[in-house]
């Protein structure tokens, strides 16, 4: 154990290579199926809108996946990010606990979404792809992406979920500067975005729906490929940079981590820190992984593991996931990162095979963490990263003397000052999704047979 606040790893313990966990999970991982057939898809099938490298790791048994030098470059501008023992908010709550949390907000983007976005666009650009189209909820990736694509000399389209377009203008800005282009999903741009439009000319969107106008974007144009910042295998594969730095850090004082704590909307960030600990845990050791998702988007505690698609449109393969039902519009909450209606299937086979954890918070309680942390870290969390912070004070209430809890710290919130004002004026409400909508939206689930 130690006293120190801040564990810095040197450039030269950056990763050399990601962890792939799919060999090691106890129960094989179900494939993707084709939405057709419902037959599991083959690498051609997955050819139109990804480069080589991508499906391969998509697939890959391989435990340990190289990093790319020419990535790892790119990763030095921030890599190996900062572990910190939050000191002062242990004070604050007056805990026996020991908290750390591996610091993601020093990226360029603010969160731990570059870890992901960078080797996405390397890839592609190996393969000669032009441009990139993706979907974005409150920002965070599709401001990961543009950088990418900076990086890359790539163009770069976003299409991010109308209410945190018109809630979040800054990010809109933060996107343009990098260089791509922004849309409010739905848009006029693309045959799904028209059609939810016609339908509803209102329609605050969802993360499903702009995945169906990036995916119709991607297949449509011969030059462009897709880029998904969670859910996929190979996402969280790029994340475990963390989980790794975050093993190598509380190795160097000698700390062993009761608890692991990530907030939960496709699942990247919580993946990428626990995955490199599944070995660990399968070989006795009692660490915890505790995933915090919203009450008004609660995937892995309410929905149903299950086949469906990863868009509204059915234009993706189907998953086996825990999910809401593809037709699930989830409320205007504000932690925009977080409103999915499914989850990585990697993370949705460790929960039901009873290695992680699902907690659900209401909006107000999870602000009220981020304000804590605020003013005793002294920086300003992401609504989503709150849900996280949230869980970790809970496990830090009447914790034993020396109860390790390391959560990861997905983003700042500098950005979203907007939804702090709003908390600090009593205009947020609590809300759990209803059983009836999660029944009724379930009904647009494909049915599976053989799997």
Not at 73 to 82: A, F, H, M, T
Request: hydrophobic share 40%; charged share 20%.
């Amino acid at each position: 154990m130690s006293d120190e606040t801040k564990i810095i790893l040197p450039e030269s313990e950056l990763p050399t290579a990601w962890y792939n966990v799919l060999p090691d999970l106890p129960t094989p991982l179900p494939p993707p199926l084709d939405p057709q057939t419902h037959k599991p898809v083959s690498p051609d099938m997955l050819s139109a809108i990804f480069p080589p490298a991508l499906i391969e790791q998509e697939m890959s048994q391989e435990r340990w996946i190289p990093i790319p030098e020419e990535v790892r470059e790119i990763y030095k501008l921030w890599r190996p990010s900062p572990l910190v023992r939050a000191h002062r908010l242990e004070k604050a709550l007056g805990t026996r606990a020991r908290i750390y949390y591996k610091n993601e907000s020093v990226s360029p983007a603010g969160s731990h979404k570059p870890n992901t976005s960078v080797p996405q666009a390397y890839y592609n650009m190996k393969a000669g792809t032009r441009r990139l189209a993706t979907e974005t909820g409150a920002g965070q990736w599709g401001t990961a992406l543009s950088f990418a694509c900076q990086m890359f000399g790539m163009a770069c389209t976003v299409y991010m979920v109308r209410v945190s377009y018109d809630a979040k203008p800054y990010r809109g800005i933060l996107i343009r500067t990098y260089g791509a282009e922004v849309f409010p999903s739905p848009s006029d741009k693309t045959q799904a975005g028209r059609a939810a439009l016609v339908e509803n000319p209102d329609n605050p969107g969802s993360l499903g729906l702009a995945i169906s106008e990036a995916v119709e974007d991607a297949a449509t144009h011969a030059d462009t490929n897709y880029a998904l910042g969670s859910v996929l295998n190979h996402v969280i594969l790029h994340q475990t940079v963390t989980g790794l730095e975050t093993k190598k850090q509380l190795a160097m004082v000698g700390e062993t981590p009761d608890v692991l704590i990530g907030c939960v909307g496709g699942g990247s960030n919580f993946g990428g820190l626990v995955c490199p600990f599944v070995p660990d845990k399968l070989a006795g050791s009692k660490v915890r992984f505790v995933a915090a998702e919203p009450q008004a988007c609660p995937t892995l505690t309410r929905g149903e593991y299950r086949y469906d698609y990863g868009d509204v449109a059915g234009l993706t393969p189907l998953l086996k996931m825990h999910t809401l039902g593809h037709g699930f519009y989830p409320p205007a909450i504000h932690a925009g990162g977080l409103r999915y209606h499914g989850d990585a299937p990697i993370v949705c086979s460790l929960a039901k095979d009873g290695l992680v954890e699902a907690k659900a918070y209401y909006q107000k309680e999870v602000f009220e963490a981020g304000r804590i942390f605020l003013q005793s870290e002294g920086f300003l969390p992401a609504p989503e990263t709150t849900h996280a912070i949230a869980a970790a004070i809970e496990e830090a209430r009447d914790a034993p003397e020396g109860k390790v809890i390391v959560l990861l710290y997905s983003g700042h919130g500098m950005l979203d000052l907007a939804a702090y004002d709003a908390y600090l004026r009593g205009d947020l409400e609590n809300y759990a999704y209803p059983d009836a909508a999660i029944k009724k939206a379930l009904e647009s689930c494909p049915k599976v047979d053989g799997f």
